[in-house]
């Protein structure tokens, strides 16, 4: 899985190659996917969207997955629009929707004026503008063009809690709430209608605080839930070695241990992180003299960092983001 590194680079995605001690979780992931709907948790910085990018570029047989980024998306027409746009993105399922008889006559009117002109701001506006008060219907009728689609879809959406608790802020928790609802009744569909669809959702540590907060009924019972862990030591350490060696960089035989116990819970994250804020000097030094490097890491240590991710989220910090 960790063949190609590049170099040092603090908080990109990593490609399905640079992804480091993750091969179990993406084998269990996937024998879960084949039947259920899978919910990731993981605080932020634990690899969660790693995983993701995993399954969105190296697919098994017979699944095509559609990825959605939910963070700053704050109401359900702006949802829909992301569905759309992600679903016309792929020559596959343009000609479903374009030929698609069941939708409203307002959203086929749009398919037939705007189909090649997706990807700009008017066509955006025009197509929430459509969907406003409708936006229940065209998505349910979306997804049921969909299940014509050759292969599973899975839809996979980032950052779930984010985008509930921006719904919530910007249109009040009965909106938010509503959306969940929504969710659950396009999942129940799966039962009779909805046969080749899943969903593979990324969610904070505190997703059920958010959902008790917006009073959601849909408490996501039907996912099985995976826990995205910290890195094993042996992974942590070869991710240490390659990406040293990858910037040309040789280390002291002591120092990948001592890196380990500054870190605390090998977080992917924070392993970049240190090594970027490292003097080349120091990155061959003895493993006493990396103290300096941990210091001009900007924010808490790194240890302590993960120690706060780890506790549970309290109610009053959903409106602290």
């Known amino acids: 899985m960790n063949t190609r590194m590049g170099r040092i680079i603090v908080g ?30 993981a605080p932020r910085r634990f ?11 190296r697919p098994q047989p017979g699944y095509l997955p559609i990825y959605f980024d939910l963070e700053d998306v704050d109401g359900p027409d702006e949802f829909v629009w992301r569905l759309t746009r992600e679903i016309l993105a792929r020559n596959s399922l343009r000609s479903l929707l374009h030929s698609a008889r069941s939708l409203p006559v307002g959203v086929r009117d749009w398919f037939k ?13 025009k197509f ?16 049921l063009e969909l299940e014509k689609a050759g292969p599973t879809l899975i839809f996979i959406r980032d950052e779930l809690p984010a985008m509930l608790d921006r719904v919530r802020r910007k249109r009040g928790s009965h909106e938010a709430s509503d959306l969940m609802a929504w969710f659950r009744t396009v999942r129940m569909q799966q039962r009779d209608e ?9 969610g904070s540590i ?3 605080v958010i959902l008790r907060h917006i009073d959601s009924s849909d408490k996501l019972n039907d996912f099985e839930r995976i826990p995205v862990e910290p890195l094993t030591s ?21 120092l990948v241990p001592r890196i380990l116990e500054q870190i605390g819970p090998p977080v992917p994250y924070f392993i970049p992180s240190l090594l970027a804020t490292m003097p080349v000097a120091e990155r061959a030094s003895e493993p006493a003299d990396i103290g300096g490097a941990r210091r001009d890491i900007p924010g808490p240590h790194p240890r302590a960092h993960v120690q706060a991710l780890l506790r549970p989220l309290p109610c009053p910090a959903i409106a602290l983001r």
């Open 12 to 41: 990109n995605v990593p490609e399905p190659d640079e992804l480091y001690g993750r091969q179990a979780l993406i084998d269990h992931l996937w024998r879960q996917i084949a039947s259920s709907n899978v919910l990731l948790l």
């Open 47 to 57: 690899g969660k969207t790693g995983v993701m990018r995993h399954v969105l570029k």
């Open 113 to 125: 004026e705007t189909f090649d002109e997706v990807g700009f701001e008017g066509a955006k506006v």
């Open 128 to 143: 929430k503008a459509t969907v406003a008060d409708d936006w229940r219907t065209v998505a349910r009728r979306i997804f």
């Open 194 to 202: 909805l046969r080749r669809h899943r969903f593979l959702v990324g």
């Open 206 to 208: 505190g997703i059920d």
């Open 234 to 254: 042996d992974a942590a350490s070869r991710l240490i070695g390659d990406l040293a060696a990858s910037s040309g960089v040789g280390l002291a035989p002591g």
